[in-house]
């Protein structure tokens, strides 16, 4: 089955540590996305990708930094200036950026702080 | 710039009664507009879309939404609930550019 792995499912940092979510997926999709969730502010868009080695900014991208190496593959690291950094993170894929279809999501990664 | 406002945090419903979760958007163009369920600690799964013709749209599970264009609105319903379709609902946008998603609204199914 095609789809998106995200890992790990739980994630606790220390103060001052920069910590890597990992995002696969499988759908040969060109673009992918990085999301944040608290509660009652629904996703907000932290970086996205539209293809290999390009990735922009999102609304929120201060203290965060993203790689594009793969297709596969969109890695985010939660660096230490990101100073409120526990919430869930969820990754995305589609087909295209700006496309018509929907985005698939993986199951995402609640980050704590220790 | 594109928005999407879901009007309501909470609604609860009696097992077997129709349910409605509204959602409103505001774009420049022509929307392509999504509803996608979450269960706790899981992803966004996708329900159904709407972006040109038959202003009823049929998803998964049942559901099915209603685009409006004079009132800008894209509200799910079900016309029997089920206790497992307990879960938050988000509405989303896409015009020329980002997907915005609303807030989310918890839908509680009640025996």
């Known amino acids: 089955d095609g789809g998106i792995t995200q890992s790990p499912k739980y994630l606790f940092r220390k103060e001052g540590q920069n910590v890597t979510l990992s995002c696969e997926q499988n759908l040969n999709h060109d673009a992918m996305y990085w999301y944040r969730q608290d509660p009652g502010q629904g996703l907000r868009l932290i970086y996205y990708?539209?293809?290999?080695?390009?990735?922009q900014k999102g609304d929120i991208a201060e203290g965060y930094s993203v790689s594009r190496e793969k297709k596969e593959s969109f890695p985010l690291t939660v660096t230490s200036a990101q100073k409120n950094p526990t919430a869930f993170y969820l990754c995305a894929s589609s087909g295209t950026y700006n496309s018509n279809q929907p985005q698939h999501f993986g199951d995402g990664t609640r980050l704590s702080i220790l | 710039a594109q928005s999407v406002a879901q009007p309501e945090d909470q609604v609860n419903v009696a097992e077997g009664n129709p349910l409605t979760v509204k959602c409103t958007y505001s774009v420049s163009g022509n929307p392509y507009l999504f509803w996608y369920v979450q269960y706790p600690n899981r992803g966004l799964q996708f329900l159904l879309k709407y972006i040109t013709g038959d202003n009823l749209v049929k998803g998964s599970y049942g559901f099915e939404a209603e685009f409006n264009k004079s009132q800008t609105s894209f509200h799910l319903k079900k016309p029997s609930a089920l206790v497992s379709d307990s879960a938050l609902y988000f509405c989303a946008v896409r015009d020329l550019g980002d997907m915005r998603f609303g807030a989310g609204t918890r839908l509680t199914v009640k025996p």
């Open positions: 990708s539209q293809i290999v080695n390009d990735f």
